[in-house]
């Protein structure tokens, strides 16, 4: 009988301790929760920060004097936790900080809020956008947009915060410069081939429309930059004459030339280029030294930069350029006091190039982008590829690297082209997903021991404990 009551306290004492110490780590995680709560404390533990707006951002955004605000035309108070809405609510708050209004209004409770955000309905506004305001400049942003296309294989590419801050920029800004994509001669299509472009330069606070030099009777007054993506035919006399009166203008001009399985030649872009002591080869470039191309394919290149003014905001990050089947860009060795060309991205000394017509093989270094600029006027660049700038090719599994071409692109045309040094850029983050892969007889190993191994172990724990404590 006395050891039955000395094995009952024994009992109770260690059922006593494990009862404290589950209460206690209850309340812990109750206390704790609450603190979180009451300080809306978060953390984001991505490793692209995809929650977080950049110091870029904040630079931009601390510069504006203008009041901005950003409304949600929905009821902030049903968005569920986790959803791809409270993901851009979230960033969303970070912008608070930075002394820009937040406003959640539903239309179905308050119908006019739509005509008041666009009384002349040409934003399409619909229940669910987003909506960036300061004073009359008004900025609609889709909330499918900013979260971004996903794809199995690619990821998910982010837009959220370069097109916010972008907005906040656009709105806040009394000028908007206006870039102009020409159309016609089987370029690059805006709406259908670069899309993502498109938006990047949006985010940059620059406005993106088409043009047709066919129809236009001259380029318009308001054209900050003139863009050919990948021209597959030739200009027209009466275009090649408005082109070159936009040179004289101080014009700003982009050419990305494709290397084209083609007899056709460019004859007026030649001619216009020459002018910037720049010419363009009909080949296509392929590197030799495989540090530098993709295995099992030299003409998927990757290029450098130079190091240089122009290049400087990437000065010592050894920069790679994803640039496959690329055409070669020359400087012509033409003395001009007036102008500066300057080398932009180069293949290696090992690197070949072979003429489309009669095959004949030369011997790098090659050009794959140059700059011109005519002392205090006008200014191009000229690109000997456009694939890195295309839809088709940052959705592609090879999006990333593609990436740092666009990235680079993008900080060359708001800088260099806009005379200007430091200007901040943001770009879209890429949110890449992570696979593993196992082979079938590794499949097999796993399900042994996850079905079988583990669940017995578990069991055999398990009888262990009670068995001692049933002696206890």
Request: hydrophobic share 35%; with cysteine; net charge positive.
């Amino acid at each position: 009988m006395g050891k039955f009551k000395f094995m009952n306290k024994r009992s109770l004492k260690y059922g006593t301790n494990s009862i404290v110490l589950i209460v206690a780590v209850i309340a812990i995680a109750i206390v704790v929760n609450l603190l979180v709560g009451m300080g809306n404390f978060r953390l984001d533990l991505t490793s692209a920060k995809l929650y977080s707006i950049s110091e870029q951002s904040k630079d931009i955004v601390k510069k504006i004097k203008k009041e901005v605000t950003i409304y949600g035309l929905f009821d902030n108070a049903t968005i569920p936790g986790g959803s791809e809405y409270r993901e851009i609510t979230n960033l969303i708050n970070e912008y608070k900080d930075l002394g820009v209004k937040v406003k959640y209004v539903d239309p179905d409770k308050d119908p006019g809020t739509l005509t008041s955000l666009d009384p002349q309905k040409t934003l399409g506004l619909t229940k669910g956008d987003f909506v960036v305001k300061s004073g009359n400049k008004v900025r609609r942003l889709g909330a499918q947009d900013l979260y971004g296309q996903s794809n199995q294989q690619t990821g998910r590419t982010y837009s959220a915060e370069p097109l916010i801050t972008g907005a906040i920029k656009f709105v806040a800004s009394d000028v908007t410069p206006v870039a102009y994509f020409v159309e016609g001669h089987n370029e690059l299509s805006l709406k259908n081939d670069l899309n993502q472009v498109s938006k990047i330069l949006q985010s940059n606070n620059l406005e993106v429309k088409s043009l047709s030099l066919l129809t236009e009777k001259n380029i318009p007054e308001d054209c900050h930059l003139l863009v050919f993506a990948s021209p597959q035919k030739d200009l027209t006399d009466e275009e090649k004459i408005k082109l070159d009166a936009y040179v004289k203008k101080n014009g700003k001009i982009i050419f990305l030339f494709d290397s084209l399985e083609s007899n056709d030649k460019l004859t007026n872009f030649e001619d216009s280029l020459s002018y910037f002591n720049i010419g363009f080869n009909y080949d296509k470039v392929k590197e030799n030294d495989s540090n530098r191309h993709l295995p099992n394919d030299d003409y998927a290149l990757i290029a450098s930069l130079t190091e240089n003014d122009i290049n400087k905001a990437f000065a010592g990050a050894n920069y790679p350029v994803f640039m496959p089947d690329s055409r070669s860009i020359n400087i012509l060795k033409n003395q001009k006091d007036w102008l500066t060309n300057t080398q932009l991205i180069t293949t290696t000394n090992k690197a070949e190039s072979t003429d489309i017509v009669g095959g004949k093989v030369n011997k790098g270094p090659f050009n794959l982008a140059v700059a011109a600029e005519v002392s205090g006027g006008s200014k191009v660049l000229v690109f000997g590829n456009s694939k890195f700038l295309s839809d088709k090719a940052l959705a592609s599994q090879y999006g990333t690297y593609f990436q740092y071409g666009t990235n680079y692109f993008l900080t060359t045309v708001v800088n260099w082209m806009q005379d200007k040094t430091d200007e901040q850029t943001i770009s879209s983050k890429v949110v890449i997903p992570k696979a593993l892969t196992v082979t079938e007889s590794q499949t097999k190993v796993l399900s042994i021991v996850l079905i079988g191994v583990l669940p017995l172990l578990i069991l055999g724990c398990g009888l262990f404990v009670w068995s001692r404590r049933r002696h206890l």
